[in-house]
């Protein structure tokens, strides 16, 4: 049963255009949220985070936004660079529970010069 | 800091044979963990460890052994390789609270035939 999930494998954005990359979970214990980022033959690398006490949060050009209701996070990058192309996962971690970091399927980004 | 590193980065196994994925790092890390990325399923969570001495099953722990007597080293163990282990692995490391972005190792793609 996939608790993270990424529906979309891919997506293809113009540069200087927005990016969103979305993601839904079922576990309403997650309460901490990661976005990381994939280049091929490279370990992913931490993008940015939110917590559930947060709807919002922002660093440079990506934004995370959380709605707790819907179970959905999505990440906003404003403008899409090529140098973003990479493999997108969202994350998700009970920080009561085990220490459990549970990640989504991926999304693949292709930022078109 | 080295941060986190894992070796081989290669490996072909025949089905039947035994190997150890090696991982360590450097940070003081408290929290370690192995995952497996496959085409359409994301980073699943193998097993994972809290300190030394503590180690816990993920969301696919069958076919693997950890064990962790340093806080610096969380090795992998294959007992008996199969064709379905054929991955890439990663491992990663926190400082060891939920909400702490984890540090992920460069990868062993592993082929078993």
């Known amino acids: 049963d996939q608790q993270v999930k990424q529906n979309s494998p891919s997506l293809s954005v113009q540069e200087g255009r927005i990016s969103i990359l979305n993601c839904d979970y079922t576990n309403s214990m997650f309460d901490y949220f990661l976005w990381y980022k994939k280049y091929p033959a490279e370990g992913p690398t931490f993008l940015i985070s939110?917590?559930?006490?947060?709807d919002k949060n922002e660093d440079g050009r990506f934004t995370v936004f959380l709605n707790k209701s819907a179970k959905h996070l999505s990440l906003h990058i404003v403008p899409s660079q090529p140098g973003d192309s990479a493999v997108y996962f969202c994350?998700?971690?009970?920080?009561?529970?085990?220490?459990?970091?549970?990640f989504g399927t991926g999304t693949r980004l292709k930022v078109l010069a | 800091n080295a941060g986190v590193t894992q070796t081989p980065k290669f490996q072909v196994l025949k089905t039947g044979q035994s190997m150890t994925l090696q991982c360590a790092q450097d940070?003081?890390?408290?929290?370690m963990s192995w995952y497996r990325q496959d085409p359409g399923m994301g980073l699943r969570l193998i097993h994972y460890?809290?300190?030394?001495?503590?180690?816990d099953q993920g969301e696919v722990p069958n076919g693997y052994n950890v064990s962790r007597s340093t806080t610096e080293d969380f090795p992998l163990r294959l007992l008996s390789a199969a064709p379905s282990q054929t991955s890439v692995y990663f491992c990663?490391?926190?400082?060891?609270?939920?909400?702490?972005?984890?540090?992920f190792g460069p990868g062993t793609r592993l082929t078993v035939t």
């Open positions: 994350a998700a971690s009970a920080t009561s529970g085990t220490y459990k970091y549970i």
């Open positions: 990663a490391s926190s400082r060891g609270t939920s909400y702490d972005e984890q540090y």
């Open positions: 940070m003081n890390h408290e929290y």
């Open positions: 460890s809290v300190g030394a001495g503590i180690t």
């Open positions: 939110i917590s559930s006490i947060k």
